[in-house]
């Protein structure tokens, strides 16, 4: 079954070039997370995207510049924290506007502003949104700003931020993963990828999938942020939001299990999986 997805991705033409691959907006970072968006935006890169760019706050843009070479950096007010500002919000709007997708959350962090920012940001943006980590976060119990929405929407929880979310728990969440997933989906109109051991991909119609790639090397800061990526290149490259989320997720766990053959589960890092994409895609037939 998964590779009747997998072979949803479009083949790439001889006769292409950069913007025939998506354009992609990942909205990222604070001081002290600037690994969420390298991590993220390298994802997408990895992934096919034609033209990734990274919306930072802007004190953190030499950095950046620095640790993505291949990535566009957007640098954007900040709040005295060094996360985004809610005067971002013109820029990125405009931006946005000629991007097939954007990606908001890893490692943005919880100031009060940046997160009224995002709200904001899914309101107002019309395109495909992946919504991560204290993207999540930002909502509170506010589903209807997804439900809401003009465009489609990917939400990648892990099972702290479904609890928040949903108001239950974790225990509850991890008992029940697919029926919580299912109704999430269900509830906000998005498509729910709850992460962690059998990731679970839930649209709205009520179909589920369990995924079965991946192992627990992947139990490490940042393998999250790298999936998001992976979910905005391929929404980006025009596949359906469901099929992109449901081959971001097997090509993500299958890119670890490549990196644990390597290395073992103890000493795999984040960037274990960026490495090991292509292999993923070669080992998948793509």
Known sequence: MVHEYIKKIPERSKNSHKGDYG???????SRGM???AFLSAEGALLTGSGLVTAGIPESLNSIMEIKLTEVMTLPLPET??????LKAKPQILEFSEKCDAVAIGPGIGTNDETKKLVQELLEEIEKPIVLDADGINALGKNLEIIRNRKAETV???HPGEMARLTGTNINEVQSK???IAKNAAELTGAVVCLKGHGTVVADPSGNVYVNETGNSG??????GDILTGMIASFIGQ???VQN??????YLHGLAGDIAAEKKGQFSMRATDILNNIHEAFNKAGI
Do not use: Q
């Open 244 to 249: 992109a989320a449901i081959s971001a997720v």
């Open 80 to 85: 005295k924290e060094v996360s985004l500002s």
């Open 177 to 179: 993963r697919k029926d």
């Open 34 to 36: 600037t690994g969420a």
């Open 218 to 223: 992947m139990a490490t800061g940042g393998t």
């Open 23 to 29: 354009r992609i907006l990942i909205i990222a970072g």
């Open 155 to 157: 939400i990648t929880p």
């Open 238 to 240: 025009k596949v359906d």
